[in-house]
């Protein structure tokens, strides 16, 4: 089993950040796998797949919602055989029909080494108050 390296797990979670940052749904779904569960604090329940997370998105897009900016710190990677957990905080402004809301949160990724590439397998959010 294969232990992902720093350098991956850093430029997997920046495509993360960078697609996000770009409200590019496309791309930034392609980058957790379909079982990929997610936790927000913002949310009432866990969504426990991909998709679930892509209707709830689709519908923030269906009301005007884009992301303005999306900023990573503080970054750790812990690597281990066959996955890495990365977490860090980030500074997200985003657009609505009420205007602009800026959140600054603490996110926790967990990377899946699978075909040889890193995969998103889970992904929380918490408030950093």
């Known amino acids: 089993m294969r232990t992902p390296t720093h350098d991956e797990v850093i430029q997997a979670a920046a495509e993360i950040v960078d697609a996000y940052a770009a409200t590019d749904g496309g791309r930034y779904f392609s980058l957790f796998a379909p079982s990929a569960t997610f936790l927000f604090h913002t949310e009432p329940r866990r969504l426990d797949d991909r998709a679930a997370y892509e209707r709830l998105w689709d519908s923030w897009i269906g009301e005007g919602w884009r992301v303005v900016s999306c900023v990573s710190s503080d970054p750790l990677v812990q690597l281990h055989p066959g996955f890495a957990v990365f977490t860090h905080t980030v500074d997200t402004t985003v657009a609505t029909e009420g205007g602009e ?29």
């Open 101 to 129: 809301e800026s959140f600054r949160e603490r996110e926790t990724i967990v990377f899946a080494v699978e075909d040889a590439q890193l995969v998103a397998v889970h992904e929380h959010l918490s408030p950093l108050s």
